[in-house]
């Protein structure tokens, strides 16, 4: 259930600014979670890196080691947001993350209308 206030997300370096407004239950929960996720941290400091500094260098690459790589394929390089490091990462685990985060986003959804429904 929320306050009756309205929920307008803040973001600051570490949480959301006005998640302490949200009483404790499923949805606070749910977008606790969603902010600690590894997925969601990358995609955020990788947009606002894209976005502040300069674009997260990238790669074709190819891969011959037969260590579980897809062999061949767009390598984001390494990059530092703040205090926060990301290494290297191949295009479609990104991709398979972003699938991740949407799906989230879904539940966060469904979580906010439970908790105006009830």
């Known amino acids: 259930m929320l306050t009756g ?3 307008v997300f803040l973001y600051d370096e570490n949480n959301l600014k006005s998640i302490n407004k ?3 239950g ?15 941290r990358y995609l955020q400091d ?12 990238s790669s074709y690459s190819v891969d011959t080691t037969d260590n579980g790589s897809p062999g061949h ?3 984001f390089k390494k990059f530092k947001y703040k205090n926060r490091n990301h290494n290297e990462k191949w295009g479609h ?7 991740t985060i949407s799906l ?5 959804g469904q979580l906010l209308n439970n908790s105006l429904i009830n």
């Open 22 to 24: 949200i009483v404790n």
């Open 73 to 75: 394929g767009v390598k």
């Open 5 to 7: 206030k309205t929920i």
């Open 46 to 57: 990788f947009v606002n890196t894209t976005k502040h500094i300069s674009l997260v260098s």
């Open 104 to 108: 989230e986003y879904i539940k966060i």
């Open 93 to 99: 685990i990104f991709l398979e993350e972003q699938k």
């Open 26 to 40: 499923p949805l606070k929960d749910g977008i606790t979670r969603f902010l600690g996720l590894k997925e969601f």
